[in-house]
């Protein structure tokens, strides 16, 4: 996994002010991959609760991190109980790795 332990700090901080503390929450992709150079980081993160506005949410959620993290790409893939499942957030769930 290619996150040092403070990014992962960050992000657990800024997932648990914004969704709470049972928000789980998930890399995938090319960060998940130590053989790799570059990438963005991607998140999978499930609620249990229904979500007013889910993207706006994920926006903001995004939006913090990046400033917290600084110049990185940060992409959102946030999951609550009414979303439309798609082939993604298998590969995420399945793949990923909790952080």
């Known amino acids: 996994m290619r996150l040092t332990s403070q990014q992962v700090r960050i992000i657990r901080e800024k997932v648990r002010e914004t969704l709470g503390r049972d928000a789980r929450v998930h890399l995938f992709g090319s960060r998940v991959d130590d053989t790799a150079r570059g990438g963005d980081i991607d998140l999978y993160i499930e609620v ?16 913090q ?4 993290l600084g110049d990185q790409r940060i992409d959102v893939l946030l999951v609550d109980p009414q ?13 990923g790795v909790a952080l």
């Open 83 to 95: 979303t439309p499942r798609q082939p993604i957030h298998g590969v995420a769930a399945r793949e």
């Open 48 to 63: 249990d609760q229904v979500l007013v506005n889910r993207a706006a949410t994920a926006s903001r959620l995004a939006a």
């Open 65 to 68: 991190l990046q400033m917290a």
